[in-house]
């Protein structure tokens, strides 16, 4: 993913990824299974620094439980709000001793 988007970068340029941004990027990549629609490198990599941004220390794996989640229609992903779907399903994803789990009962 950064050897493509460095690839568009323009000439003398790099682009430079913390760490948890491309953590965090390897696992919004399943998005795209998501949609009817494929998202860029680019956007991938911008959803990933906002998320990072706004929940500084989430955990790629709490992400990646929650897309599941979306996955197996456990929760509906809205198309119309985007990045906000990762926001709000978050707030019902916790932490347990083993793994995640949803923190009650909740379908959309």
């Known amino acids: 993913m950064e050897n493509e988007l460095q690839a568009?970068?323009?000439?003398?340029?790099?682009?430079?990824?913390?760490?948890?941004v491309k953590e965090i990027a390897r696992v919004?990549?399943?998005?795209?299974?998501?949609?009817g629609y494929k998202l860029d490198v680019q956007d991938v990599v911008q959803?990933?620094?906002?998320i990072d941004r706004l929940l500084p220390g989430i955990?790629?794996?709490?992400?990646?439980?929650?897309l599941d989640q979306y996955k197996t229609t456990r929760f509906t992903w809205d198309t119309k709000l985007g990045i906000?779907?990762?926001f709000i399903g978050l707030k019902w994803i916790?932490?347990?001793?083993?793994?995640?789990e949803i923190k009650?009962?909740?379908?959309?």
């Open 8 to 20: 568009n970068q323009p000439q003398g340029t790099s682009l430079i990824l913390s760490e948890p």
């Open 28 to 35: 919004i990549i399943e998005v795209n299974s998501l949609l």
């Open 47 to 50: 959803w990933s620094r906002d």
């Open 59 to 66: 955990e790629p794996e709490r992400i990646a439980f929650l």
């Open 84 to 86: 906000q779907n990762i």
């Open 94 to 100: 916790g932490k347990t001793e083993s793994g995640y």
């Open 104 to 108: 009650m009962s909740h379908t959309w």
